[in-house]
């Protein structure tokens, strides 16, 4: 089945700074990778994704890219404010696995923004 | 609010009783799929229901869990003879076909 690895588990950045978040998959025919952001105590939210047919997609300070021969995704976080704070998840869909429709998620990222 | 409810948002039982959650989608979607989260690890998923139709469980879905969907509207997830290795956030979510998963507050489950 599909495996996905994020890094870093956590990551603290400058108010007003980057940040930027990696994830790899294993399987080559999955096709749909989203990232979602998770506050203490809600479900995860989702904040931008991308399909296989697309490098590359933005959303005000929000940006994700993927590279499909690499097989790795990284979602990048511009002018970072403090509500950014909270745990963010990337996931990958539609792998020859089990699970066809179902995501499987990385491990997530920790993200502190240092006022 | 139109988004995806769950209830209860939290349960405390006792191991070896049974429990029952029940998740409410987006009106209009048609899947709907449950998640299992532990702390400290992204969600994983257990089942999707297509409508009523149940098209998939993973291998964490053990036989003391069952999930139904009964008129394609609601669903329920219920575990028996609860153990405590089931703690957890139970998570639901739902989606239009072949698109965005949009999750609930979800379900946290504590077994004494």
């Known amino acids: 089945g599909e495996n996905v690895e994020q890094h870093p588990s956590t990551l603290s950045v400058q108010e007003g700074d980057s940040a930027v978040i990696k994830c790899t998959y294993s399987?080559?025919?999955?096709?749909?990778f989203p990232w979602y952001k998770q506050e203490l105590g809600k479900g995860p939210q989702l904040i931008i994704d991308?399909?296989?047919?697309?490098g590359e997609k933005k959303d005000q300070r929000i940006a994700v890219t993927l590279n499909k021969t690499a097989k790795h995704f990284s979602l990048h976080i511009t002018e970072t404010q403090p509500e950014d704070s909270a745990v963010y998840f990337c996931?990958?869909?539609?792998?020859?696995?089990?699970?066809?429709?179902?995501?499987?998620f990385g491990k997530g990222t920790h993200l502190i923004i240092q006022p | 609010d139109t988004g995806v409810s769950q209830n209860p948002r939290h349960k405390i039982t006792k191991r070896g009783q049974n429990v029952t959650f029940r998740c409410d989608p987006i009106?209009?979607?048609?899947?709907l799929y449950w998640y299992r989260q532990t702390l400290g690890q992204g969600p994983e998923f257990l089942t999707y229901?297509?409508?009523?139709?149940?098209?998939?469980k993973s291998r964490l879905l053990s036989d003391r869990f069952s999930a139904e969907r009964p008129k394609g509207s609601f669903s329920t997830l219920e575990i028996q003879r609860t153990e405590q290795g089931d703690s957890a956030m139970y998570l639901c979510?739902?989606?239009?076909?072949?698109?965005?998963?949009?999750f609930g507050p979800g379900t946290r489950l504590t077994v004494l």
């Open positions: 979510a739902s989606s239009p076909l072949f698109n965005e998963q949009f």
């Open positions: 399987d080559s025919a999955s096709n749909y």
């Open positions: 991308i399909r296989s047919n697309v």
């Open positions: 996931a990958a869909r539609g792998g020859s696995g089990g699970g066809a429709d179902g995501l499987t």
């Open positions: 009106s209009e979607h048609n899947r």
């Open positions: 229901f297509q409508n009523e139709a149940q098209l998939e």
